[in-house]
């Protein structure tokens, strides 16, 4: 039997089977070589490979001391509760009926047997060191001329003696700075310290204190330290 087609004639072979026939043959020959070309290929990257090795990654492990514990505090039991107070008693007493005030007249108290009254005699604000509201405290102009004062104030006996010490000054600042009062307040144990002191405040100048915006005159303490070289 004969099949003719357009471009001539063919013979068809009934013992070749057809073309589907013949690609499934094939597919099945180029599986397994395929699958047999696979594990040689995986056998020999297995084979020559190079070995894998693991990181170490071990620590070491701290010791730990084992610490004695302070003995336990022993908590005093609470206070016993304070006794309430017995109720007070009211004491009795009768008062007689015809109790009056002392009189209060010129003629019972004698213009001549009353105080007299304060005078020009008493003391004013910088008599003694008193309390004065200040917002803003002293402050010396100058330290370092400060500082030369005190030094050139440091009796030269004691200094060579070898004695020295601090003195507390209580000092009364006016208005413009000026110092215009200053009495000690804890002595050095040195009468002749003391008094150096005393005279190197007097000489001190001060930015005057201030309450808000006004210049106020106010005591104000300071220490007054004489240091021996060593």
């Not at 200040?134 to 010396?140: C, D, G, I």
């Not at 104030?153 to 209580?170: D, N, Q, S, Y």
């Amino acid at each position: 039997m004969s099949a003719i087609s357009g471009s001539g004639v063919s013979l068809w072979n009934p013992d070749r089977g057809t073309a589907n026939d013949r690609f499934k043959t094939r597919c099945r020959s180029w599986f397994w070589g395929g699958l047999m070309m696979a594990t040689a290929a995986h056998f020999t990257v297995f084979m020559f490979f190079p070995m894998l090795t693991a990181a170490d990654l071990s620590f070491g492990v701290t010791e730990l001391e084992a610490i004695e514990l302070p003995p336990e505090v022993e908590i005093p039991p609470p206070p016993e509760a304070i006794q309430r107070p017995a109720v007070p008693v009211v004491a009795q007493a009768e008062l007689e009926e015809d109790i009056t005030i002392a009189p209060t007249t010129f003629e019972e108290n004698p213009v001549e047997q009353l105080p007299a009254p304060p005078g020009d005699s008493a003391l004013g604000l910088n008599d003694q060191p008193v309390f004065t509201p200040y917002t803003v405290a002293p402050e010396l102009k100058d330290r370092e001329a400060a500082a030369e004062i005190v030094r050139q104030a440091f009796p030269k006996t004691l200094m060579a003696a070898g004695i020295g010490g601090e003195v507390e000054v209580w000092a009364f600042i006016d208005e413009k700075g000026v110092v215009k009062n200053c009495q000690v307040q804890e002595s050095s144990g040195y009468a002749g310290l003391d008094r150096a002191a005393l005279k190197a405040v007097m000489q001190f100048s001060f930015l005057p204190a201030l309450n808000y915006d006004r210049k106020v005159a106010v005591w104000v303490q300071m220490p007054i330290m004489f240091k021996v070289a060593r």
